[in-house]
Each structure stands twice: as structure tokens, then as C-alpha cells.
């Protein structure tokens, strides 16, 4: 049964730093890409950004680019997001997202930026 539990979210003020982690179970983790996405308030679903399974190669959007850093640990099965200059348009419920067959979610931790 895949499962990821996201973790890290909070308050911030604008120009802050968070680290979101989501921990993966139920398969095997190292053998695939993992994404961030996020939705704020009365908007869609979108990706943040993206990560092959070794790690070697990752994906921004251009909104997150030179702000946020993805990367992973396959020996904790483990995917990170640093956000580092975040502003108040990163308002949003990120989400860790995995395609195992099937496309599983996380249940979403809130990241709030605000004075």
C-alpha cells in the first residue's frame, strides 16, 4: 500500500526558508521519479517541481526557479523541498506526488507566508 506523509509546513514570514519532507512507503522508493505540487486558494493544481528516481536531474516551475531546491534520499525514502526567498504568493497546500502504476498523492501540509 503506497503511502506519503508530507511534513514541514508552517507560517513564515515573506523572505523565510521551510524544508517540506514526504515520507514514502509501500514501494520502491529509489526506483522512481517523485513531485511536488501545490494549490493555493480557488486555483488548480500545479507542479512545483520534479525529481528522477537517482536524483540526478530535477524540474522547477519558473515561478519557484533559484528559490526552491528538490532533492531526495533513497536510503530514507525520504523527498525534500527546500523554500528558501519565499514570498506570499507561495500561499499554498503543498502536495508530494507519486506515479506507482497509479497516481498517489500525500494528504498535503500548509505553507502560509505572511507578515
Known amino acids: 500500500q503506497v503511502q506519503l506523509v508530507e511534513s514541514g509546513g508552517g507560517l513564515v514570514q515573506p523572505g523565510g526558508s521551510l524544508r517540506l519532507s514526504c515520507a514514502a512507503s509501500?514501494?520502491?522508493?529509489?526506483?522512481?521519479?517523485m513531485s511536488w505540487y501545490r494549490q493555493a486558494p480557488g486555483k488548480e493544481r500545479e507542479l512545483v517541481a520534479s525529481?528522477?528516481?537517482?536524483?540526478?536531474?530535477?524540474n522547477y516551475a519558473d515561478s519557484v526557479k533559484g528559490r526552491f531546491t528538490i532533492s531526495r534520499d533513497n536510503a530514507k525514502n525520504t523527498v525534500y523541498l527546500q523554500m528558501n526567498a519565499l514570498k506570499p504568493e507561495d500561499t499554498a497546500v503543498y502536495y508530494c506526488?507519486?506515479?506507482?502504476?497509479?497516481?498517489?498523492w500525500g494528504q498535503g501540509t500548509q505553507v502560509t507566508v505572511s507578515s
Open positions: 509501500g514501494f520502491t522508493f529509489s526506483n522512481y521519479p
Open positions: 506526488r507519486a506515479v506507482v502504476v497509479y497516481v498517489y
Open positions: 525529481i528522477i528516481h537517482t536524483g540526478g536531474s530535477t
